[in-house]
């Protein structure tokens, strides 16, 4: 069973950044997909951003691209998220989620396609 601990939420201003770490134990890391979700407040979770094996794919939710930016440190066994120009509709519970993927290329923004997930980190962002 893989284990996925997520940290650096917090509590930021409008306009300030963040940035979430999640770091893997438990199997081999560098053939996960890798995402990050968010749930806020009597809403649905939602997809943020996702990562392939090497790094050189990723996919944004249209809420924070241009903004946030998804990475991953295979040695560390660890996704980050940069969390920037931070806007109070950020505030959210944050979830990383890793599965095996089917090959380097893949990556998903769907949750059903993600096996391990993470315990989440709290992202608060004040006016």
């Known amino acids: 069973q893989v284990q996925l601990v997520e940290s650096g939420g917090g509590l930021v201003q409008a306009g300030g950044s963040l940035r979430l770490s999640c770091v893997a134990s438990?199997?081999?890391?560098?053939?996960?997909?890798l995402g990050w979700f968010r749930q806020a407040p009597g809403k649905e979770r939602e997809f943020v951003a996702a990562?392939?094996?090497?790094?050189?794919?990723?996919s944004y939710g249209d809420s924070v691209k241009g903004r946030f930016t998804i990475s991953r440190d295979n040695a560390k066994k660890t996704v980050y998220l940069q969390m920037n120009s931070l806007k109070p509709e950020d505030t959210a519970d944050y979830f990383c989620?890793?599965?095996?993927?089917?090959?380097?290329?893949?990556?998903?923004?769907?949750?059903?396609?993600?096996?391990?997930w993470g315990q989440g980190t709290r992202v608060t962002v004040s006016s």
């Open positions: 438990g199997r081999t890391f560098s053939t996960f997909a």
């Open positions: 989620a890793a599965t095996s993927a089917q090959h380097n290329r893949w990556f998903s923004s769907r949750e059903d396609e993600y096996r391990y």
């Open positions: 990562i392939n094996w090497s790094g050189g794919s990723t």
